[in-house]
């Protein structure tokens, strides 16, 4: 069997801060990311066209030679990941994986929380899915999860105004929302791949003693632990030590977006879906 990068799928930028943290986990291996910029955002959009897009990405890497496939998009994760697991690879490749990142994240939490009171802050998509609480309340039934949309944060991020006083306003605003809904949450979860960039602002504004977990160092680990757990997989993908990234948008655009999320530009070739 052939062996081939580790495919990364994002709707837009925001996946760079977990790529970001699994190259840094596994700088052996080979990487491939693509954003469907174009498209982005997908926070907003059907379950439908959700699923349909993420399902072209997943394909397109396929294509390209990736066995396993990391949907770095809670977007995509919520609304997409199980039909395409119990649907669509079936048909494809039995053989393929596509993983996700909310249930990595959940599994976590008991080690995070004190009280089992847990806030998630995401998309209005991601959010509205309740796809948080789905898999918190399998994992464990006994928590109390209550999310909240915060439609600003992203564009936040992307016009470079994640540094800027007027952000002050819209995460203090957000995270005292959430916190009126249950004033006992403990340990709040950064549901969107974008608010890392804002951490040191959230932190600032959530009381004393309340957790922030974003989700780059969690799924790098689990990632590492999955790989460790299927060897068989692990011998499919290959290691050169290398990062190719691609985008259905300008790569040039792209390059100059991922000084934000990566600190650095990087060579992107644009593609089409």
Same mark, same amino acid.
Request: with cysteine; net charge negative.
């Given at each position: 069997?052939?062996?081939?990068?580790?495919?990364?799928?994002?709707?837009?930028?925001?996946?760079? +801060? &977990?790529?970001?943290?699994?190259?840094?986990?596994?700088?052996?291996?080979? @990487? $491939?990311?693509?954003?469907?910029?174009?498209?982005?955002?997908?926070?907003?959009?059907?379950?439908?066209?959700?699923?349909?897009?993420?399902?072209?990405?997943?394909?397109? *890497? @396929?294509?390209?030679?990736?066995? $396993?496939?990391?949907?770095?998009?809670?977007?995509?994760?919520?609304?997409?990941?199980?039909?395409?697991?119990?649907?669509?690879?079936?048909?494809?490749?039995?053989?393929?994986?596509?993983?996700?990142?909310?249930?990595?994240?959940?599994?976590?939490?008991?080690?995070?929380?004190? =009280?089992?009171? &847990?806030?998630?802050?995401?998309?209005?998509? +991601?959010?509205?899915?309740?796809?948080? =609480?789905?898999?918190? !309340?399998?994992?464990?039934?006994?928590? +109390?999860?209550?999310?909240?949309? #915060?439609?600003?944060?992203?564009?936040?991020?992307? =016009?470079?105004?994640?540094?800027?006083?007027?952000?002050?306003?819209?995460?203090?605003? !957000?995270?005292?929302?959430?916190?009126?809904?249950?004033?006992?949450?403990?340990? &709040?979860?950064?549901? #969107?791949?974008? /608010?890392?960039?804002?951490?040191?602002?959230?932190?600032?504004?959530?009381?004393?003693?309340?957790?922030?977990?974003?989700?780059?160092?969690?799924?790098?680990?689990? *990632?590492?632990? /999955?790989?460790?757990?299927?060897?068989?997989?692990?011998?499919? #993908?290959?290691?050169?030590?290398?990062?190719? /990234? *691609?985008?259905?948008?300008?790569?040039?655009?792209?390059?100059?977006?991922?000084?934000? @999320? $990566?600190?650095?530009?990087?060579?992107?070739?644009?593609?089409?879906?």
């Amino acid at each position: 069997m052939n062996s081939g990068p580790i495919g990364v799928f994002d709707s837009g930028y925001g996946g760079l +801060t &977990i790529l970001r943290d699994i190259v840094k986990s596994m700088p052996g291996y080979d @990487f $491939l990311y693509l954003g469907d910029n174009a498209r982005a955002p997908y926070g907003t959009r059907s379950f439908d066209i959700v699923y349909r897009f993420t399902l072209e990405a997943v394909r397109y *890497l @396929f294509d390209r030679g990736c066995n $396993l496939v990391v949907l770095a998009c809670n977007t995509a994760s919520a609304k997409a990941l199980r039909t395409i697991q119990q649907n669509d690879l079936p048909e494809i490749d039995p053989s393929r994986r596509v993983l996700g990142i909310i249930r990595p994240t959940v599994e976590m939490l008991h080690e995070l929380t004190a =009280n089992g009171h &847990i806030g998630v802050l995401g998309t209005p998509g +991601t959010v509205n899915s309740r796809s948080y =609480n789905i898999e918190v !309340e399998k994992f464990h039934p006994d928590y +109390t999860v209550t999310g909240h949309g #915060c439609p600003m944060w992203v564009p936040l991020v992307e =016009n470079r105004e994640a540094a800027s006083g007027g952000a002050d306003y819209f995460v203090k605003q !957000e995270i005292d929302r959430l916190m009126m809904e249950d004033p006992e949450i403990d340990t &709040i979860v950064l549901a #969107c791949t974008h /608010y890392p960039l804002l951490i040191d602002k959230i932190e600032r504004y959530v009381p004393a003693g309340v957790r922030v977990v974003s989700q780059g160092a969690i799924i790098a680990d689990s *990632l590492v632990d /999955y790989l460790r757990r299927h060897p068989e997989m692990d011998a499919r #993908c290959s290691r050169g030590g290398t990062v190719e /990234y *691609l985008t259905t948008e300008s790569a040039a655009k792209f390059s100059e977006m991922a000084t934000i @999320f $990566l600190g650095r530009a990087v060579s992107a070739a644009q593609i089409t879906l």
